[in-house]
């Protein structure tokens, strides 16, 4: 005997009113698996800015849209971490630690320039796109993740023009392993 004939009989062979329940009960049970794994996208890891960033930090975001793009801002219970509803959602934090990658020879000199704001730019591994200050007092990190807007550096010239605002150039030598001067 098969295995589908084996579950037929065994679904006959139990009383008619269990046979009628049992198809809304597993899909029933299909929807509270699917309603389980959905829910509120995980929040975002909170940074801890070194304590003269943190006025930066905090002048941002004051200084920070309340929409960007046409995307309200979300409730966030950190406030170094600003998240807007794009969907998916474009996250700003503040006060992260310099990316590694900023410290290879042709990092700066790939780094686009927004509204008198330079950003390095790499991947996040999901189609998306991460975005860092460079050459400010405190490190500004925004995440782009794939599909939240048409081109995905739409949402930087508005976020440049508030960094540019509140978070002034970096006036400390770069770091030992950094071989790239900055740009004058």
Not at 29 to 37: A, D, F, R
Not at 161 to 168: E, F, L, N, T
Request: hydrophobic share 40%; glycine share 6%; net charge neutral.
């Amino acid at each position: 005997m098969t295995r589908a004939a084996r579950l037929t009989h065994a679904l006959k062979a139990l009383p008619a009113p269990v046979r009628w329940l049992a198809a809304p009960v597993a899909l029933l049970g299909c929807v509270v698996l699917l309603l389980g794994t959905w829910g509120a996208p995980p929040a975002p890891v909170t940074p801890t800015p070194r304590a003269k960033e943190v006025p930066y930090c905090e002048a941002l975001a004051r200084a920070l849209p309340q929409r960007l793009t046409g995307h309200g801002r979300e409730h966030s219970d950190s406030p170094w971490v600003v998240i807007w509803s794009s969907s998916p959602r474009t996250v700003l934090r503040c006060g992260v630690p310099r990316p590694d990658a900023l410290n290879g020879p042709q990092a700066l000199k790939s780094a686009p320039e927004v509204n008198g704001v330079q950003w390095f730019d790499e991947p996040d591994g999901e189609g998306g796109y991460r975005f860092t200050t460079t050459l400010r007092e405190a490190n500004v990190e925004v995440s782009v993740p794939a599909g939240a807007y048409p081109n995905y550096a739409d949402p930087l010239p508005t976020l440049s023009d508030a960094v540019k605002a509140s978070v002034p150039v970096w006036n400390e030598p770069l770091p030992a392993s950094a071989s790239v001067s900055p740009a004058p």
